[in-house]
């Protein structure tokens, strides 16, 4: 003779119900609780937390807790929603506690001074480094009369009538030389570059 106290194919079991199968760990049953009400638990967390992604960690974290505690559960209103939101009012509790923990442990660390990032740095010194790599390569190229010149005036910052006195030289020969000089160091810098591409 079949039970009829058994619930059949149609016959929808109840919160109560399901909450005795799932505290003797029937996980179909707690699956069933589940589904029924992860909807309501997740909004009452997502009006609470700043994001989606922590209010579904913390969604997991009260089903979690309430299959760990299916024992202790209370259901006496007849449903297991009461409950769950329970559980996730006390997580929010408790992150929001630890939450003032970490702060609190934050604050007590000593903070060191911000370390300026040297990488720049080093990079602008490797790319001076190439770029007078590429000028002496240039420089050495052009004729010793225009390499005097360019090391005098340019390099060593002597105005023209000092230059006139080192190069032994009149100062309108150190300025058109000058003039020259330059040309072919540009000229040559620019060589370089049209080989190294």
């Known amino acids: 003779m079949p039970d009829e106290s058994a619930p059949g194919p149609m016959q929808v079991q109840t919160d109560v119900e399901l909450w005795r199968a799932v505290i003797d760990g029937d996980s179909d049953?707690?699956?069933?609780?589940?589904?029924?009400?992860?909807?309501a638990a997740h909004r009452y967390l997502a009006r609470r937390v700043s994001s989606r992604e922590l209010s579904e960690d913390l969604l997991s974290i009260v089903f979690l807790e309430a299959w760990r505690s299916r024992a202790t559960a209370r259901l006496d209103s007849g449903s297991a929603r009461p409950w769950i939101l329970g559980i996730a009012r006390m997580t929010l509790r408790r992150k929001a506690r630890s939450e003032i923990r970490r702060r609190?442990?934050?604050?007590?660390?000593p903070q060191e001074p911000p370390q300026p990032d040297h990488a720049d740095d080093v990079i602008e010194v490797?790319?001076?480094?190439?770029?007078a790599t590429r000028v002496q390569a240039a420089?050495?190229?052009l004729r010793q009369a225009d390499q005097d010149v360019i090391e005098t005036c340019l390099w060593q910052g002597l105005d023209y009538v000092s230059a006139?006195?080192?190069?032994?030289?009149?100062?309108?020969?150190v300025k058109s030389r000058l003039s020259r000089a330059r040309?072919?160091?540009?000229?040559r810098l620019d060589e370089l570059d049209k080989e190294q591409r």
């Open 104 to 109: 609190r442990a934050m604050d007590r660390v």
């Open 126 to 131: 490797l790319d001076r480094r190439a770029e």
């Open 164 to 173: 006139a006195t080192v190069l032994n030289i009149p100062v309108g020969t």
């Open 139 to 141: 420089f050495r190229a």
């Open 183 to 187: 040309a072919r160091l540009i000229a």
């Open 29 to 39: 049953s707690f699956a069933i609780i589940y589904d029924r009400h992860c909807d």
